[in-house]
Every structure is written in structure tokens, then in C-alpha cells.
């Protein structure tokens, strides 16, 4: 069972675009929904996370939308730059300790 | 910034070896875990570590994979005979507090079973 979906699975943008990547969850108890990123041989890294009392949350560029009814939420990058270009994945996790990820979108943003 | 450090950072093993993965957690933390990630597909919960046992594990995480604290600084991950299927890049991860937050991955081990 595939408790966290995302899409796209890649995307392009222009520098200065703003790449929109969409999560979906099932799981009803999970309560905290962070973004990684991860670049060719390193570790995800985490970027902007949410808990679900709120429905957005910004850090710096970083933008993250969340719909507790829909069961989704989506990360926006306002002003996109080459060096954003990496692979972004969604997470969720509930009241156990592992993180159910998404399948990774890679962005690639160009000059 | 501490980081959790992972060594080797590739290793190519035959299969029905056994290998051993290290990773070093950052000094304060006390909750310790590891995933994979077979190439091109998504970051896999294996198992997490708390207090010298294990506190939660995967499917994947069968019995021939075995997790330990030798020491007050080294978690390792030992695959006891290595199958095709093991190939991907295992990360480390710890993190202060139970649960969610704060967690801070390696760079990764890629395991390269031939």
C-alpha cells in the first residue's frame, strides 16, 4: 500500500518559474508532513515541514500548502533558481518513529 | 552543523556475502535509524533504534538484517548474506527526540552486491 503519492514524477522550469509538486496522503494519523531534498549522492535533506493545524507554511522561497480535508499538500519554489535543481521528496509521519515517503520529483530549473 | 557520517560511502560486495555498514549519529541524539533506496525509486523506512533495541521495523527488514550499537558512537547495519535485490543506497538517520522531528540523514552508503 502506497501510504504517501506524489507527482509529477519530473518537471521542468524556467530560473525564476515556480515548480509546483502535489503529495497525497491516506492515513488519516499522520501529523507531520515534511519536504526533502536530495541531490546526486547525498542524503535527503530536510527543507520546510508542516503539521496539519496549519494550512500554509513559507521559509524563505519555500512554500508548503496543506488541505486536511483533501488530504493533500504541496510544495511551491517562488523565484526558482538552477541550483534548486535536485530531486524533492514529500514524507508523512504519524506516531511511530519511520517516515513514509513519496516517490521523488525531480526538478530540473533552467537558466 | 553535526552531521551523521556513513562509511564506506560505496561498497561492492559478492553476493552471499555479508557486509556491515557503519554510520556515526550526531552525539546527542538517542534515536537512530536506517532506510534505503533502491536507484530511482523512493527512500524505504527499514528499521529504528532506541535505547540498544530495535523499536520499529519494516516488511524489509527480515532476519537477515541484524542492527547494533557497539559502542557509545557506531549503529551499524549488517545484511548476513547479501542478495542481488540489496543493491541500493542505504542512509543512516538520527534524531534527538522520539518520533519526527529533527531527524538528519547521511550521505548514504551505495551497496553494490555482484
Known amino acids: 500500500q502506497q501510504q504517501v503519492k506524489q507527482s509529477p514524477q519530473s518537471l521542468i522550469v524556467q530560473k525564476g518559474g515556480i515548480p509546483i509538486i502535489n503529495c497525497a496522503y491516506e492515513n488519516t494519523a499522520f501529523d507531520y508532513f515534511p519536504w526533502y531534498q536530495q541531490f546526486p549522492g547525498k542524503g535527503p535533506a530536510l527543507l520546510i515541514a508542516i503539521r496539519p493545524d496549519v494550512s500554509e507554511k513559507k521559509e524563505g522561497r519555500f512554500t508548503i500548502s496543506f488541505n486536511k480535508s483533501a488530504k493533500q499538500f504541496s510544495l511551491h519554489i517562488m523565484d526558482s533558481q538552477p541550483g534548486d535543481s535536485a530531486t524533492y521528496f514529500c514524507a508523512a509521519s504519524g506516531t511511530g518513529n519511520q517516515f513514509y515517503f513519496g516517490t521523488g520529483t525531480s526538478l530540473t530549473v533552467i537558466p | 552543523e553535526p552531521e551523521v557520517t556513513q562509511t564506506p560511502s560505496h561498497q561492492v560486495t559478492q553476493m552471499g556475502q555479508e557486509v556491515i555498514l557503519r554510520c556515526v549519529p550526531i552525539s546527542n541524539h538517542l534515536y537512530f535509524y536506517w532506510y534505503r533506496q533502491i536507484l530511482g525509486q523512493k527512500v524505504e523506512f527499514l528499521v529504528s533504534f532506541y535505547n540498544n533495541e530495535i523499536s520499529e521495523k519494516s516488511e524489509i527488514f527480515d532476519d537477515q538484517f541484524s542492527v547494533e550499537r557497539p559502542d557509545g558512537s557506531n549503529f551499524t547495519l549488517k545484511i548476513r548474506s547479501t542478495k542481488l535485490e540489496d543493491s541500493a543506497m542505504y542512509f543512516c538517520?538520527?534524531?534527538?527526540?522520539?518520533?519526527?522531528?529533527?531527524?538528519?540523514f547521511g550521505s548514504g552508503t551505495r551497496l553494490t552486491v555482484v
Open positions: 538517520a538520527s534524531s534527538e527526540w522520539q518520533g519526527n522531528y529533527g531527524y538528519t
